[in-house]
Structures are given as C-alpha cells and as structure tokens.
Nanobody, 124 residues
Framework: QVQLVESGGGLVQAGGSLRLSCAAS????????MGWFRQAPGKEREFVAG????????YYADSVKGRFTISRDNAKQSMWLQMNSLKPEDTAIYYC?????????????????WGQGTQVTVSS
C-alpha cells in the first residue's frame, strides 16, 4: 500500500485557481497510476482526472477538461492538480488515489489507496 496526503484546498472565488498536492509515502510511487476524485455534499464521489505510471498519459472528466491539469513527479513522490477557471459546482472534497492497474483508471473500485481529502470551496 502507498500512503497519500492531500493539501492545497481552500476557499476561492469563481474564476480563480487552486493547486492541489498529493504526497505519497510507502511503496514505490512510480508503480501506481494516480487519480483525483471529488465528492460534493449529497453526491457520490466522482472521477476528476487520472495519470499513468510515467505521467505520459493523462485523462479527465468532461466537466473539468480544459480547466484542470494533472501532473506528477515520481522522484518527488508527488502529484498535483492545477485547477483554473473554478466554478461553484467544483466545490467538493478532493481525494487523491493510487491504483496498481495499467491503462486509464477512472473507476473508484480500481483504486486501492486513498488520501483523507482536502476541501475546495468556490464562491460565486
């Protein structure tokens, strides 16, 4: 298992930006595909963005495509989510997660390690 800790959440006005970080420890970070999920109040957790083991492949939910950018640095055992042009509907708790699977990993059940989450609130 890999241990994950998110940071960087906060309160921002609509149109603003935030950069979330995910720090990993434990087993080799480079052996995992990584992803970001979010859960808004009263809603199920949903996939936001994912990145392959090497970082060469990234994929996004349609709702964030063009606004969010996922990246990773295996040497630093870290992953980031740059969020631009934020909207009130982006308000949620954001979680980073690790998966041992290959290929685009977009379903929650394919991720075995999760962070505790960081709150993002976008005011209108």
């Amino acid at each position: 298992q890999v241990q994950l800790v998110e940071s960087g959440g906060g309160l921002v006005q609509a149109g603003g930006s935030l950069r979330l970080s995910c720090a990993a420890s434990g087993r080799a970070f480079s052996n995992y595909a990584m992803g970001w999920f979010r859960q808004a109040p009263g809603k199920e957790r949903e996939f936001v963005a994912g990145i392959s083991w090497t970082g060469a492949v990234t994929y996004y939910a349609d709702s964030v495509k063009g606004r969010f950018t996922i990246s990773r640095d295996n040497a630093k055992q870290s992953m980031w989510l740059q969020m631009n042009s934020l909207k009130p509907e982006d308000t949620a708790i954001y979680y980073c997660a690790a998966s041992p699977r290959l290929g685009p990993v977009t379903t929650e059940r394919d991720y075995g390690s999760w962070g505790q989450g960081t709150q993002v609130t976008v005011s209108s």
